[in-house]
């Protein structure tokens, strides 16, 4: 796998009959590819509203509810390996269906509302799961299944879309939390056990395999992220799901796999140490704190027109941040960072994620012709 392989988020599945163009700024999300290899693996969704016509995703905001609570870290007790049978016995009941309403407006204002659903790993026994942020995302309501039947309606504690990780809040007691295992002790061909909620209406669902690579750098829409690989049977609705180890310990939170028809048995999930760093954010602030950003919006251009270079451009420099203040402007093509060429959204990300707030960054930019260099002191991005 190379680090120029894109992975892009599977589009709910519409009846209907126009296209769906999202319109976002594009520093601090995930750019779309035109051309995709791989998804991010969300559930299936059932869209109803006003039918025909193009409609623009006009998406309601969520409401983010901020609370603080300390995480109980789990240790496995047991070390053991054990069969898939008895990993299945010992953690089913800590993964939990997610369904998911929402709704938007349509060309004509129209309200056109939508149903999908993943799947979510239960991390406290008073009810805080851990799911994907694009099994979330845009929600107006949230309900969770429980293996047995039980049904709750779900908070969002805080998402990040960098991590593509969310963590919700039921009103339960004494529910089955996962044990946190160690990523980072994970071998290649070690068991795995992914458990999820496959195509939204097959909850439980048990498939196995070997973890097959450890540490791919791999793009998901265009956002890099380090994940694990497996070989285990992963499909829409398994995102947000738990991937286990052979001691019964969450080792990964399932997110993506292979587009490509002629490809199987190439999955991902989110490293369970890097998580558990999002998670502890998520439920402290709501959101991820101490990450870097220059304080803009980016358009990133494929091809040379006769007015643009290809590259990664300026949309638009928000008041009072670092790059306000170092000069910067809209239509600034950015040509380097502390030396690094700069040509895409994945480029800079890359960079940023590696640095802090208060770093102090040299980032060359091209204006009408001219090169420039400019300082630009990193803030803190309050929402991400």
């Known amino acids: ?6 992975f892009e988020k599977v589009e709910p599945i519409e009846i209907t009959s126009g296209n769906i163009e999202n319109n976002k700024p594009v520093e601090d999300i995930k750019p779309k590819s035109n051309l995709p290899k791989y998804l991010l693996i969300c559930g299936l969704s059932i869209t109803s509203g006003f039918l025909g016509g193009y409609f623009s995703s006009s998406i309601f905001p969520q409401k983010v509810i901020y609370e603080q609570k300390n995480i109980v870290e789990h240790t496995a007790t047991n070390s053991d390996n054990m069969s898939i049978q008895q990993v299945v016995a010992n953690v089913q009941d800590s993964v939990v269906e997610i369904n998911v309403s929402s709704s938007r407006s349509g060309f004509l204002n129209q309200p056109i509302s939508s149903q999908s659903a993943g799947s979510g790993v239960i991390f406290t026994s008073d009810g805080y799961i851990v799911t994907n942020n694009h099994v979330i995302e845009g929600a107006d309501e949230i309900r969770v299944k429980l293996k047995d039947g039980q049904s709750y309606n779900a ?3 805080g998402s990040d879309v960098k991590s593509d990780l969310a ?3 039921i009103d339960a007691e004494n529910l089955m939390a996962a044990t946190f295992g160690d990523s980072n002790s994970i071998l290649v061909g070690d068991t795995a056990i992914v458990i999820g909620n496959p195509l939204g209406e097959l909850g439980g669902s048990v498939t196995s395999g070997i973890i097959s690579a450890l540490d791919r750098e791999i793009n998901v829409e265009n956002q890099p992220m380090n994940l694990l690989q497996t070989n285990a049977e992963i499909n ?3 995102s947000g799901g738990g991937l286990f180890n052979s001691a019964g310990e969450l080792v990964g939170i399932v997110n993506a796999k292979t587009s490509a028809t002629s490809i199987e048995g190439i999955g991902f999930a989110i490293p369970i140490n890097d998580a558990k760093v999002i998670i502890e954010e998520l439920v402290k602030n709501g959101y991820v704190s101490n990450r870097a950003t220059l304080g803009i919006y980016t358009k990133e251009l494929s091809l040379d027109t006769s007015e643009y270079k290809a590259g990664l451009y300026v949309k638009e420099v928000i008041d009072n941040s670092g790059a306000q203040k170092a000069g910067m402007k809209a239509y600034d093509r950015i040509v380097s960072v502390d030396g690094i060429e700069i040509s895409t959204y994945t480029d800079l990300s890359k960079i940023l994620k590696k640095l802090s707030p208060n770093d ?11 090169l420039i260099t400019l300082n630009v002191t990193l803030t803190q991005a309050i929402r991400q």
Do not use: D
């Not at 102090?360 to 001219?370: C, F, G, H, L, P």
């Open 167 to 169: 963590v919700l809040k």
């Open 360 to 370: 102090t960054i040299e980032v060359v930019v091209e204006r009408n012709s001219e």
């Open 236 to 238: 829409p609705g398994n």
């Open 155 to 157: 908070r969002i504690i």
């Open 1 to 6: 796998m190379t680090e120029n392989n894109n």
